[in-house]
């Protein structure tokens, strides 16, 4: 939460922020191509966290003091609830983390 608001406190340039499609992925960089094609920004991601979004999804681009970044791409809920979190390839590797307590791995449930 304090990374976001210091990153809007202290780098948005007044520029709006906008939303591309995943043009292409470059050495952890990526193209973004909106109402102009956005070319070898970097991606923000939380801490411990690194992924390469697949071409097509849709992003944020946001205009900092330091240059353009990307904020990453729009999530799919999948069916999650309130509190509930979820990491997948797109190769179709999942992990979930329920309410309940529950960790389920490629669906198979691990309590």
Do not use: H
């Not at 956005?38 to 944020?60: D, F, H, Q, T, W």
């Not at 390839?89 to 309590?111: C, M, P, T």
């Amino acid at each position: 939460m304090w990374l976001m608001k210091y990153v809007t406190k202290n780098s948005i340039t007044g520029g709006q922020s906008e939303q591309g499609s995943i043009g292409g992925n470059y050495d952890g960089k990526v193209q973004v191509n909106a109402s102009s094609e956005y070319r070898n920004i970097p991606m923000l991601a939380p801490y411990g966290i690194a992924y390469v979004p697949v071409v097509g999804e849709k992003s944020i681009v946001l205009p900092t003091s330091n240059g353009d970044i990307c904020l990453g791409v729009l999530s799919q809920g999948k069916n999650l609830k309130p509190g509930e979190l979820m990491l997948f390839s797109s190769g179709g590797a999942s992990i979930q983390l329920k309410n309940d307590g529950n960790v389920y791995i490629n669906g198979k449930k691990y309590a």
